[in-house]
């Protein structure tokens, strides 16, 4: 758990009160699993898959020059990944059709976009918070994967 100076809640001392909080956890979880679920998946979809991994950059860069701050929100949600997972998914079905004929690119293609989409599930779960920080990895695969992608085009 992370907590700071003006925290509501304290740090647990020592192992005996980290196994306590854990256990009280894993109890929660497992006794109202669809109420943790529900939780999980609004932190994820809003945090993470509606949000541009980078905009709190973006918002800090163009805070200078206020005659444009309109453009923040804007190029804040086009960063969000839920734009890119419809290419992402053709990316794939790209990938397998072309592995279906053994050229050497879809291997790649696919294993880029496999680790993406395996990351993005397990923030689902494990992530500490909805920050779309988090997301960063699963872009890079995904951008990673744009020139096998190009190329199969090419063939």
Known sequence: MVVYEDSPFREAEN???RQSLL?????????HPFSYLKHRFHLWLNGMILTGSGSLWIENKLEKYPSISWVVPIVSKALAYIFILPIQFLIIIQGLMNLRKKRKYA???LYFNS??????????IFSLAAVPRYVYF???FFVFSIPFSIKLLRK
């Open 15 to 17: 192992e005996s009160e």
């Open 23 to 31: 256990n009280a956890w894993k109890n929660a979880v497992k006794n």
């Open 107 to 109: 291997i790649p293609l």
């Open 115 to 124: 680790i993406s989409l395996s990351l993005l599930g397990i923030l689902f």
């Open 138 to 140: 699963s872009v890079v």
